[in-house]
């Protein structure tokens, strides 16, 4: 009789064992959910960034913590006019708000990527880990192009899809000195707002 009590009490302990796995597995994927916070990745024209000149594109979280996974933004790499090209490098971060502006670096998605003369670029650039952001808040992703060089960021005036309810307001904004202060966009893609998307997991 003993070894049969014994063999029902592992049998009971092993159930309990997987069910608290399953539990725990379903809980990781509800919180591993996929957020989509910008997803305009469109061709069309391009606004210059090189050197001290900086562009932004805004962004909102939702009402519950995310983690940004990834960042991918569409680059030419050509003068406005496409006229002229050399090899290139941007840097793309995640910023702060503060009035409406980027207000501080954050995070460096990618601290110099490259791209040869002529080149189209829509790489997606993977954080080593998600990057934690409050909920309900609005940040800007910086895009800086290399001295010298002629990195275009791609725009759009198709409708930015996003996951975050209601459908917030998206701003593009440019610096020409170093993020030190920022205004509305002007000449090339006045009126639109940059291709991108902003990749992130629920938290």
Not at 71 to 93: D, F
Not at 147 to 157: D, R, Y
Request: charged share 10%.
């Amino acid at each position: 009789m003993g070894w049969r009590h014994g063999r029902r009490l592992a049998a009971g302990v092993l159930g309990l064992v997987l069910a608290l796995a399953a539990l725990t597995t379903g809980t990781e994927r509800v919180d591993a959910a996929a957020v989509s916070l910008y997803d305009s990745l469109v061709d069309g024209p391009w606004k210059s960034t090189q050197g001290s000149n900086w562009l932004a594109q805004s962004f909102t979280t939702p009402s519950s913590p995310v983690g940004v996974t990834s960042v991918t933004v569409k680059i030419r790499n050509a003068s406005e006019a496409n006229s002229s090209s050399v090899p290139s490098s941007y840097s793309v971060s995640l910023w702060s708000s503060s009035s409406g502006a980027p207000a501080a670096a954050l995070s460096t998605v990618v601290a110099s990527e490259p791209i040869g003369a002529w080149g189209d670029s829509a790489t997606a650039l993977s954080l080593a880990t998600p990057y934690s952001l409050q909920p309900s808040t609005t940040y800007f992703v910086v895009v800086a192009g290399s001295s010298g060089g002629t990195v275009g960021w791609k725009c759009n005036t198709n409708a930015v899809t996003t996951d975050v309810t209601p459908t917030p307001t998206f701003t593009p904004m440019m610096s020409t000195n170093s993020g030190s202060s920022w205004s509305a966009l002007a000449g090339a893609c006045a009126g639109q707002h940059f291709s991108m998307t902003v990749a992130s997991v629920s938290q």
